[in-house]
C-alpha cells in the first residue's frame, strides 16, 4: 500500500469554524495544538522544547490506536524519523488578543514519519485491525487538521509477519505528517506603551510657548513611579477589566477606588461597600446612579477580585534583576456591562484616591485595560 490518502487542509477564516469541530485528543499543557481561540489561554507561552512537541504529537496519534487484546502486546505508535521545517518568517504567524491585550502568535513545524504497530492472534485479524486504523484515520481528517496535522500521507504498510515466542502476527504501517504546534511571545518587547508623550517647540526647542500633552486610550500602567487615572468617558460599554500584573514581592499597599461620575457631579458620590451592587446601581434600567463608587481597601483587594486568565507572558526586567519579569494575565467581567451615555460620562479606576502623586509603594507593574 503507498497511498491509501493524503490530505492538506487550508484553514478556516473564522475563528468559530475551529471551535464547530471536536478535537479527537486532549493534549498535555506543554505545547498547544493550533486551534483557534481553544482558547489563546491554553496556548504556552515561549516556545516549547522539541521533546515536549514530539510528545504531543505522538499521545494525540495514540488515540487512534485500538485497545490491547488479551496477553498480545500493546498496539503502539513511534516517531522513525523527525525534520524541522519553517514556519513563516522568523516562526510568525500573526497576532492575536489576550484579555484585550495584543500578543505575537508564532508557531513552528515538524515534518516526520510515524509508524503504527498493531497485534492480532492471526493473519487475518492483523490485516483487519490494519484496516480499521486507516478507517479511523481517514474518518478524523478533520479532528487532525484541527490537532495540528496539517498534511497526513499514507507511505506503506508491511505484510503480516508471525512471531512464534508471543505467538502473534504483526503490521506495522508508516505515515508521511507535517504536524504544526503554536505558542505566544512578547518579541523581546519590555513594556506595553500606555501613554505617548506629545511636545511641540513653535520656534525653539524647550521654548516657553512649548506644548505638551499626553495620548492614551483604554490603558494604564501603574508601577512605583506613577499611577496615572484610568478614566474612561464618551459613549461607550465597559463589560471586563483585563490586567497584565507583575508583583515579585510585597503587593502595594494603597487602595483601589472604582469611580461613575460625569463632568457637573456635585457632592463626594454615593459609596457601596462591594463590587456587586456598585454595579446594580450604575446599571439599573430606570434610575442609574450616576455618580456612585466602590473602593477596594487594598490593592491586593483589588486584584484578588480577578481571576488568571492563562499562562504568565515575560516583559523586560523592571526589577533588574537579570530575569525576565512574569506578568500574569487577569480577568474581571462586570455583572452587568456599564454604559457611558456621552462625552460628560466618566468611568474611571483610581489607584490611591486622593493622592496628588499616586504611585506604588512597592515594586511592580500592573497594566489594566477596560473593555
Known sequence: MTSLFSFLRGRPEAAEDELAAATAVSTPTAVAAPTAMRSLLSIPHGAPAQDDVLIVMRAALAAYLPLASGSLPAPNVSIIKVEEKPTGLGNYIGDEVLEQFSIVLKGGRLQASVRFQLWADTPNNVDQAIDDLHGRLLAAKDDLWIAGFLRFVAEGSTLAEHIPSLPAWRRTADYQVLYEFRYTDTDDAQSLIARIPVHTDPEELDSPQRETTVVTDDMARWDEQTAPTLDLHGRLTVSRFSALAFVPGTPPSAPVMLLRTFDSAVGPPTAFADLATFVTAVT?????????????????????????????????????????????????????????????????????????????DQTAVLYIRAG
Open 284 to 360: 439599573n434600567p430606570t434610575t442609574p446612579a450616576r455618580h456612585a463608587q466602590v473602593t477596594f481597601a487594598t490593592f491586593s483587594d483589588f486584584i484578588t477580585a480577578f481571576s488568571l486568565a492563562g499562562s504568565p507572558i515575560t516583559l523586560g526586567d523592571w526589577d533588574e534583576d537579570a530575569t525576565p519579569d512574569s506578568y500574569q494575565p487577569l480577568t474581571l467581567p462586570l455583572p452587568t456591562p456599564i454604559t457611558l451615555s456621552g462625552w460628560a460620562d466618566h468611568l474611571q479606576l483610581v489607584y490611591q484616591p486622593g493622592g496628588t502623586t499616586p504611585q506604588f
